[in-house]
């Protein structure tokens, strides 16, 4: 089998790494990957992922099988839709499906329209209307740019003045939705669907402030965990039957084409959970600590979602636990310090058990590694518990050195309110 991977991401790295454990893989690629990526796979860096001709005559040229699409912004073009008709095998879904994450004004329309529990919510292209809607309300709401703003088109902030001031950033790029603020734990849940079932992954939570405890401005995500030891037996059940469940119906009755993974991002609440919003993909950094424990062969479970046999497939997932946490540049998510050389620990100085995904990264003039962009790794680490897995991941973290070079401190210590 030969698989193509498209981003140039962490969660592509992981990916990756896992595709080439396989025992089905004869031939791995990644458009356009990354220096991680580069250590196992091919990476071919002559054309845009996002431009679907190209990338069809690629597939051809390299007699792909199996093209897996990472990130949201080739599905979004069409890339998925364009290799499905020239008969590739791909995972991901069209992007008239991936309108439930390209437009959150899209999205909260579908959830309204099937009875899905959401926040809330009111859309807004215009100016003034938006000004006085948020300068009459009184209660705490959130802002949301509708289209994709690389994690960092929401704000949720308690001030209304810096709020306002955001939302009024927002509309000069896109429509804004103003919804409800609901308060309780966040948590990722990832399901992988062909044309007739589904499976539901084991949860994360992402840890997507910049500052310790939940504090600071909203972030791509610092860390995740997996799987999130606070959820219940009860809470998953819930999860399922009151939100995925019906989700996965309601596609169907409206005749979405998915076959691929989707990504709930909820709000566990009080009165049950609520849906914040839909990506159509793994989550970024959540399948840097899911991919690991998966114990199933990658191409099986492809093969599963792209032949319509996820009912009869047993998706297996270690006991283990993993924490992640990412090494972001000097001023991320500002615009962040780049071309930093890198410094990484060789392989026998790590510690068991880990794993060091790049993402921002790249390979300068003169043949260093460097940093290029506001996330540059993800340190993960396993182990029995949360306490063995999080010690793993900071000490290769403090392995990792490059100028300005941070990280959150409690990933996986805080597991509430991250
Ligand atoms: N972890 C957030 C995202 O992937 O969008």
Redesign the pocket.
Known sequence: MRVLVIGSGG?EHAVACKFSRSHRLTGLYCLPGNPGTAEIAENVTDIDPNEPGPVVEKARELGIDLVFVGPEAPLAAGVSDQLAQSGFSVVGPSASAARLETSKAFANEFMQRNGLPCPKSHVFTDPDDLRTHITSRTDRFVVKRSGLAG?KGVSDADDPEALLRFALEQIEHDQVVIEDYLSGNEL?VFVAMDGRSYAILTECA?Y?KAGADGTGPNT??MG?ICPVPWLTPEQRRLVAESIVDPTIAALRNEGFAYRGFL?F?LMMTSEGPYVL?Y?V??????AQVMIPLLDSDLVDLCDSILNDRLKDYHVQFSSDVAVGGVLASRNYPGPPDSDKPVELPPEHERPAKTHLFHAGTAIGDDGTLVTAGGRCFTAVGRGVDLLEARSRAYELAAQVRFDGGWYRPDIGAAIFGT
């Open positions: 969660r994690g990722s992402d997507k791509g995500g995740s990504y991002g919003e990506n993909r793994l989550g970024d950094p959540e």
